[in-house]
């Protein structure tokens, strides 16, 4: 069997079963794991397919896999605290208007709001409505919308004709993916219209991304690598993607 052949062959075989491993393609097209890894590769960067751990899975069915909000909360716990308290410190001590985005990164950052000032936070995540209410220091606008259990969030028609009537002074933005060529992404396509209408609403908008998602480009584009002013991540971004983006003219803050 040529390579070509091949390839369609596992395209087929991934679309019908939706996930196959690497033991099982070598055994099947009598090949070796290498050859196997090789061939996902090309065929990933061909779109058709999704490479994970151990395997792929066809590249539809992995746009509507999101994590829980709890188990992304525990993912790179301590990069994502480490972002938050460099993000924090970009803001005025004075206080300022602030579009807080749904997510364990934008949650971490929100929790460390000091109360020495005043704050406007305009949200439509829920976890960090409740976080911040009972505080006195924060005047707290929550979003209306329909409110998705994958993110606690409220997203949708509404939320994003509510988010027209407000200015922030700075959004902060999470990302499911983010490059200079496709630049800030995310499955869901409410999410995505959701996060286009923060990062509309916003005169300065900070992106807080673990390294993790630089490189990553998900089905739904909600903004161009020129919409955002600065992303703040973990020191294990590679370093060619971060002069690509310093390139593109963003501001990039090493946690």
């Not at 994003?160 to 630049?183: C, K, P, Q």
């Not at 903004?223 to 703040?232: G, H, K, Q, S």
Request: proline share 4%.
């Amino acid at each position: 069997m040529y390579a070509e052949e091949r390839h369609q062959a596992i395209v087929e075989l991934v679309a019908s079963r939706g996930r196959v491993s690497v033991t099982e393609l070598a055994s099947h097209f009598e090949v070796t794991s290498e050859t196997v890894r090789r061939d996902l590769s090309t065929l990933e960067r061909m779109s058709l397919l999704r490479r994970v751990h151990g395997g792929a899975v066809s590249a539809r069915s992995l746009t509507r896999i999101e994590a829980q909000l709890s188990d992304r909360d525990q993912s790179c716990a301590e990069e994502k605290d480490r972002i938050a308290q460099a993000a924090i410190t970009l803001l005025p001590p004075t206080g300022c208007s602030v579009l807080m985005d749904a997510g364990s990164t934008t949650a971490r950052v929100a929790a460390l709001l000091p109360s020495n000032a005043q704050w406007t936070v305009i949200t439509h995540a829920v976890p960090i409505a409740a976080l911040l209410a009972p505080l006195a220091h924060i005047e707290l606008h929550l979003l209306p919308g329909r409110v998705r259990t994958a993110t606690q969030a409220a997203v949708g028609h509404v939320t994003v004709d509510a988010l027209r009537d407000f200015r922030a002074d700075v959004a902060f933005i999470g990302t499911n993916g983010i490059t200079v060529r496709h630049g800030l992404s995310t499955p869901d396509p409410e999410e995505a219209a959701t996060k286009r209408a923060i990062v509309d609403s916003a005169q300065r908008v900070i992106t807080v991304a673990d390294s993790t998602k630089v490189g990553q480009e998900r089905t739904k584009r909600f903004a161009d690598i020129e919409d955002i002013d600065t992303l703040v991540t973990d020191s294990a971004i590679d370093p060619d993607a971060r002069s690509a983006f310093e390139a593109a003219g963003v501001h990039v803050v090493e946690a």
